[in-house]
């Protein structure tokens, strides 16, 4: 039973292009969650899906940002127009009910 | 607001040693704590937490909860420089929201 894989592992945009970052929860798992750490600081919450449904995106800045879970295929999270400042590793984490969660690699976002 | 906070920030030890990493936590409605090992870049479980008192161990490490005190430690003995990681607490609610502390960056010398 694989991971939660994440894809890319390391992704470069200029400033304004659209970063998409991918995550496959792992098998049998319905609940996906995405979280940001920035340098030196913890990890933050930023949206948690089921199949279909984004259920809390609270943490999630309502401007430029998006994510999704389809029926079929990977969860994106979708970053519009990136700054400077959404350089970070992006986690996704997945897990069978809302009990502990398992963590992917993460993509490292660098906006140059 | 929720936090959890994380002690010490960094530490180093020699191989051979023990270690304790402390970990407070003020969380509404909490209902477990949880513990990560964050070595390069994914976090990876270690254990989760409901009960006070109960102790979780797995090989070298282990892990209490108490929730009147709103404190949990991790335990390394006999550490290795294979534990040279960033240990994460995190406190839920029980919902998907972890709270995360900044962690406690270990590092083992040999």
């Known amino acids: 039973n694989a991971g939660v894989m994440q894809n890319p592992r390391h992704l470069v945009r200029r400033r304004g292009q659209e970063a998409r970052l991918r995550c496959s929860p792992m098998?049998?798992?319905?609940?996906v969650y995405w979280y940001r750490q920035l340098p030196e600081e913890g990890l933050k919450f930023m949206v948690y899906l089921q199949k279909e449904n984004i259920i809390d995106e609270s943490g999630m800045p309502k401007e430029r940002f998006s994510a999704e879970f389809p029926k079929e295929g990977p969860s994106i999270l979708r970053i519009q127009q990136v700054v400077r400042g959404d350089s970070a590793a992006y986690f996704c984490a997945s897990s069978y009910s809302r009990d502990k969660a398992f963590f992917g690699q993460g993509t490292r976002l660098t906006v140059v | 607001e929720d936090k959890v906070v994380q002690s010490p920030l960094s530490l180093v030890v020699h191989e051979g040693d023990t270690v304790t990493l402390n970990c407070s936590y003020e969380v509404t409605n909490f209902r477990s704590l949880l513990w990560y090992k964050q070595e390069k870049k994914a976090p990876t479980f270690l254990f989760m937490l409901?009960?006070?008192?109960i102790e979780k161990k797995s090989g070298r490490l282990s892990s209490i909860l108490d929730k009147k005190e709103l404190f949990s430690i991790l335990n390394i003995t006999a550490t290795q420089t294979g534990d040279s990681a960033i240990y994460l607490c995190a406190g839920s609610s029980g919902t998907y929201k972890y709270i995360f502390g900044t962690g406690t960056r270990l590092k083992v010398l040999a």
């Open positions: 098998k049998g798992h319905s609940h």
């Open positions: 409901t009960s006070s008192g």
